[in-house]
């Protein structure tokens, strides 16, 4: 499976998910810096990607359908290390099947996950 990494979260998580077996992408190799929210979203389309993001646009259900995509992870702003960050990414993606969000928008607590 795909995985699109926006430019907000970090950079230490692609290789946790390489080493998990993800195919990853990151903004600033795959896909330039600075691009505008929609441009994001059209490329996880395009790449049929999940799209990891600590951006609260991309939880606009009218904005951002996360229906056509293979799901949208939004990582709750907090006060957040990059290893925490890292955690309950990786932890999700281990505890929960590409079937269960598939299409959905998933938000990531430090301590709590919620599908919709």
């Known amino acids: 499976m795909k995985v699109l990494l926006d430019e907000n979260v ?3 998580l692609a290789h946790t998910l390489e080493k998990m077996g993800y195919s990853v992408l990151t903004a600033g190799s ?38 056509k995509t293979l799901g949208i992870i939004y990582i709750h702003h907090g006060n957040l290390t ?21 299409g959905k928008l998933v938000t990531l607590y430090s301590t709590a996950v919620r599908i919709r």
């Open 10 to 12: 970090s950079t230490g």
């Open 30 to 67: 795959d896909l330039p810096l600075g691009l505008d929210d929609d441009s994001v979203f059209q490329f996880a389309l395009k790449e049929d990607a999940v799209l990891v993001t600590r951006d609260h646009h991309f939880t606009n259900p009218f904005r951002f359908d996360a229906e």
């Open 82 to 102: 990059s290893a925490q960050e890292i955690g309950i990414v990786a932890d999700f993606l281990r505890k929960h099947p590409p079937a269960e969000f598939r």
